[in-house]
């Protein structure tokens, strides 16, 4: 499996392409949706971050650290997200996969999986942040027919608009709009669409910077929900070569046989 | 009275004006000292830390450009490096920039391997150090003590565990003063990264040369594609904050002088087109052109060496301001040796001689006959 | 004139012409003067004549359009170094004192020494010897502002004096001045004169002025327009 530094940038919306830099304007639409997809592919990474929730109002709260560890390859993605501090999230685990292009499923649990587990809905906000499970495995970059729709200026950074939609019904996110800097390869910019075209979150890349493999990730960002609430997101810390530890997802093997015999998934 | 006090006399008898050019070089100057102190301090503070440890080599990955390298797995590199000539310890070290309870600044939160010759440099001022491996004790640096209002015994939540406080240290470098120490398995815990390290750290014997060191780093390079042996200057010189603080630093060294140079010209220039009548005088009476150049760059360089000399003073002062800030206590630990300090005043001259030439030239080619007319 | 007459000159020019403004105006057209050693010289004529264009050029402030000045014989073209010329053979007096305004008297007079080699005290201790023989003792500290006329033109001679040098142009010296200034200054700058051996050449319009030189040379449009008295 090709190794990319996928960790930061497991973060959806913060990720750089493992490939050489291309120029956005020579490729088409469903190429760099591709190379966003296959740049997501990771044996491993590690990554740990302070989310900031900013009120409508401005008021601010203090933060809340979290960690997520996960693999991603062509045929899906497992993560675990866990509760850092403060206390109330503590160990608080979440854990969620996708096998090829089929549902996102998620389920909950405290301390460990041994203790037991609830079906978690993967569009729930990761500790009443902005911070949506489904958002990070980006299946919008499997979408079919991609288009590109002009081009964009995001914090001084020139970017090319992609259109990606979705059919099916069942699908929370009918449709994304990601403004991509076509040569640091990042989406600078994520509009997530409903099926009645209301914009439900944006992400923004504010800050980025170089990892040890020399590719761009980035560093803060942020995430603006329907009710302009903003999530401040900062990466503190990351490891884009993580030895996933045996048991990590110990809990989704648990819930497969559930979920092999039930429709409890959002797709 | 002589040239000088002639000089000194023409610059007083405009005091705004002087003032302002000497308030502008001085800013310049701060501006220059104050960041080069910081960037040059950093560096030192870095290579400090590393060689007060007693650290003859480092092996880390190629690539690393941050204050602290990106982890890896060392087991496999641990073992190889022990089996190289003269080396008596290879030690793990993990690092990483925390915040330690929920409104305290982010610190440094160091994994060194316990009962590694890494210890022995820390002066144990209060409390105790950590005893097993893997009892859940932390020491601190007497900056970060104070930083994070903790004493000996008072509990620290890093990265959502808690952990007390068992000791407090102090160490030559302030890195190290400002920071959390911890046993290397306890920070590969926290930090999810199970026998990974930022860097080894090798101690040679005695009886190491610099061409043992020369074959080190050899064979580290032969041997263990992707890492390299160097020594802790040459990391620090190739930590990317370093090198942008360093550029930063001599941008700011350019600007200023540019900044400064055309400041004394605009006023050296003034100055001579006011004074262009008592330039004839002198010149009537038999003063030399060279004496006219001299009068002239007397004044600019005692504009700017006067801008340079307050110029220090403010630097060092703001540095001095910055490092007892709350937010910035332990992170900065300016160095201003005397040859830098000698080589601003150096360039201060420089400016004065710079921003003086072409209206010292001006005033030296002027003819007396005009210039006695000149109102 | 003859310029050959004086082979005792200390100052000769020989055609001297000056022209300005590409040669449309002439302040000096076809001079020929002779000075000796010790002589007080009065050039008068009207304003404009060229007086103090001679003057100039005679100091080296100006160089000719054409023509030749020698120096005790010495051509002003092989000097190499005017402004060390001046400062060791000629003192100057203008009209307008030319004094600088934020020294003081004493400065005044010392900053002419600026630059020579070995000056330092001794200079200091000249100057005030010969304010003090100017009558302005008590004025050394005192800045031109605060002088009279009589007393800035006697600062301005002791600055004229204090590099000893051979000749004194002096550019319609009393020209600000009062009569009874006027006359002291000039009793003063030719006792001084006299009494040093110096040869001194005098611009004015002042009869009274020129009555006391030992020769007079007229000026008009450029030229000489008189012969010249004949040397006591």
């Known amino acids: 499996m090709r190794r990319v530094g996928a960790l930061l940038l497991l973060m959806v919306l913060t990720v750089a392409l493992g490939a050489p830099a291309a120029c956005g304007d020579e490729l088409a639409p469903a190429a760099i949706a591709e190379a966003m997809r296959q740049a997501r592919y990771s044996d491993g990474f590690a990554v740990r971050m302070n989310i900031t929730l900013v009120a409508p109002t401005g008021q601010r709260s203090l933060p809340i650290k979290l960690s997520i560890v996960g693999q991603m390859d062509a045929a899906g993605g497992r993560l675990v997200i866990r509760g850092i501090a403060p206390e109330r999230i503590r160990n608080r685990f979440i854990a969620a996969e996708r096998i090829g292009a089929g549902p996102i499923r998620a389920v909950a649990y405290r301390e460990s999986a041994a203790a037991g587990c609830a079906q978690a809905d993967p569009l729930m906000p990761v500790f009443d942040s902005n911070l949506v499970v489904w958002d990070l495995f980006a299946p919008w970059w499997s979408w079919p027919e991609p288009r590109m729709v002009g081009t964009a200026r995001v914090a001084e950074d020139d970017c090319v608009n992609l259109r990606l939609r979705t059919d099916s019904t069942a699908s929370p996110i009918r449709e994304v709009v990601s403004c991509v800097d076509a040569n640091r390869h990042l989406p600078l910019r994520t509009q997530l669409f409903d099926g009645r075209h209301t914009l439900v979150r944006t992400v923004v890349v504010d800050e980025t910077m170089r990892q040890e493999s020399g590719r761009i990730a980035a560093r803060k960002f942020s995430i603006t929900g329907a009710d302009q609430a903003v999530s401040e997101i900062e990466v503190y810390s990351g490891d884009e070569d993580y030895h996933v530890p045996a048991g990590t997802f110990a809990a989704l093997d648990t819930a497969a046989a559930v979920w092999n015999h039930a429709n409890h998934a959002i797709p | ?375 | 004139m003859n310029t050959e007459s004086f082979p005792d000159a200390i100052v000769r020019a020989r055609a001297l012409a000056l022209h300005f403004d590409d040669g449309e105006t002439q302040a000096l057209d076809g001079v020929d003067i002779a000075i000796r050693a010790g002589e007080f010289v009065a050039v008068v004529g009207p304003s404009g004549c060229g007086k103090s264009s001679l003057l100039n050029i005679i100091g080296t402030l100006e160089a000719p359009t054409t023509g030749e000045v020698f120096f005790r014989a010495q051509p002003y073209g092989g000097i190499r170094d005017p402004s060390l010329f001046r400062r060791q053979h000629i003192g100057f007096i203008f009209q307008s004192f030319n004094l600088i305004p934020t020294l003081n008297a004493l400065d005044n007079v010392v900053v002419a020494t600026i630059g020579v080699p070995g000056a330092g005290s001794d200079q200091v201790a000249r100057a005030r010897e010969l304010l003090e023989k100017l009558g302005l003792r008590d004025r050394m500290a005192h800045f031109p502002n605060k002088m009279s006329g009589g007393e800035r033109q006697r600062v301005a001679i002791a600055r004229a004096l204090i590099n000893t040098p051979d000749l004194i142009l002096a550019d319609e010296p009393t020209g600000s001045l009062d009569s009874a200034n006027s006359a002291a200054v000039l009793t003063l700058l030719t006792d001084i004169q006299k009494e040093r051996g110096l040869t001194l050449i005098m611009a004015t319009h002042d009869p009274s002025v020129s009555a006391r030189a030992d020769r007079i040379i007229h000026m008009r449009d450029g030229k000489i327009a008189l012969p010249q008295d004949p040397a006591p």
């Open chain 2, 1 to 375: 009275m002589n040239l000088l006090s002639l000089a000194f006399g023409n610059i007083y008898r405009r005091p705004a004006r002087a003032g302002l050019t000497v308030s502008a070089i001085s800013l310049g100057i701060a501006a220059v000292v104050a960041l080069t102190g910081i960037a040059w301090g950093f560096e030192a503070s870095w290579q400090k830390a590393n060689d007060a440890r007693g650290t003859d080599l480092i092996v880390t990955r190629i690539a690393s450009e941050n204050a602290m390298p990106s982890p890896f797995r060392a087991e496999r590199v641990q073992e190889a490096l022990k089996g190289y000539p003269h080396v008596r310890q290879v030690v793990g070290l993990l690092s990483e920039m925390l915040s330690v309870g929920e409104n305290s600044p982010p610190v440094f939160v160091f994994g060194w391997a316990s009962g590694s010759y890494l210890w022995d440099h820390l002066k144990l001022v209060a409390g105790r150090w950590s005893g097993a491996d893997t009892e859940p004790v932390v020491v601190i640096g007497s900056l970060a003590a104070e930083l994070l209002h903790k004493r000996v015994d008072d509990t620290l939540e890093i990265e959502g565990q808690q952990f007390r406080v068992a000791g407090i240290f102090e160490s030559p470098a302030v890195i190290e003063n400002g920071a959390v120490v911890m046993s290397l398995t306890l920070a590969q815990q926290i930090l999810d990264k199970p026998g990974k390290v930022n860097i080894l750290n090798v101690k040679l014997d005695e009886s190491a040369a610099e061409a043992d060191l020369a074959a080190f780093k050899a064979r580290v390079h032969d041997t263990l594609p992707g890492f390299v042996a160097i020594t802790s200057g040459e990391l620090v010189g190739k930590n990317t904050v370093v090198r942008i603080s360093k550029a930063m630093s001599h941008a700011t060294i350019l600007i200023a002088g540019l900044v400064g140079a055309l400041v004394v010209f605009n006023t050296m220039l003034m100055s001579i087109n006011e004074r262009t009548r008592e330039i004839g005088i002198l010149l009537t009476v038999g003063w030399q052109r060279r004496t006219i150049m001299k009068l002239v760059f007397s004044e600019s360089v005692i504009l700017t060496l006067a801008g340079g000399l307050i110029g220090i003073v403010v630097g060092i002062a703001i540095t001095g301001i910055l490092e007892h800030l709350e937010v910035m206590r332990g992170k900065i630990d300016a160095v201003f040796s005397p040859a830098f300090l000698v080589g601003v005043v150096g360039l201060c001259v420089l400016l004065g001689i710079a921003g003086g030439l072409f209206p010292a030239l001006k005033a030296a080619r002027l003819r007396p006959a005009q210039a006695l007319w000149h109102e």
